[in-house]
């Protein structure tokens, strides 16, 4: 069974930069596609952003193309989200999540494992 670790979470003024990151553990063969959701007060869980190993592969939200980064330590079984130029609606609870499969689906059901998420709160 894979565990899935957030930390990173905090709270930042708009326009200011947090980085997430995710460690997965439990299981020799780390998930193929690893990758990050958030859940605003009120709101459904979205997908923001994910990257597959074999091969290469990220996605990402229209709304933090340009603003947030996704990038893989494999050594490391680590997801980080570099976040920059942060926007007050971008606060939410920020979730790891990870499958075994290849693709990048936006659905929360796709994916098997998920962390405990981290909360991200930008003040206007």
């Known amino acids: 069974q894979v565990q899935l670790a957030e930390s990173g979470g905090g709270l930042v003024p708009a326009g200011g930069s947090l980085r997430l990151s995710c460690v997965a553990s439990g299981r020799t063969v780390m998930p193929n596609t690893m990758g990050w959701f958030r859940q605003a007060p009120g709101k459904e869980r979205e997908f923001v952003a994910a990257m597959s190993r074999i091969p290469t592969f990220t996605k990402a939200k229209d709304s933090v193309k340009g603003r947030f980064t996704i990038s893989r330590d494999n050594a490391k079984n680590t997801v980080y989200l570099q976040m920059d130029s942060l926007l007050p609606d971008d606060t939410g609870v920020y979730y790891c999540?990870?499958?075994?499969?290849?693709?990048?689906?936006?659905?929360?059901?796709?994916?098997?494992?998920w962390g405990q998420g981290t909360q991200v709160t930008v003040s206007s």
């Open positions: 999540a990870a499958r075994d499969a290849t693709a990048i689906p936006l659905t929360m059901n796709a994916y098997n494992y």
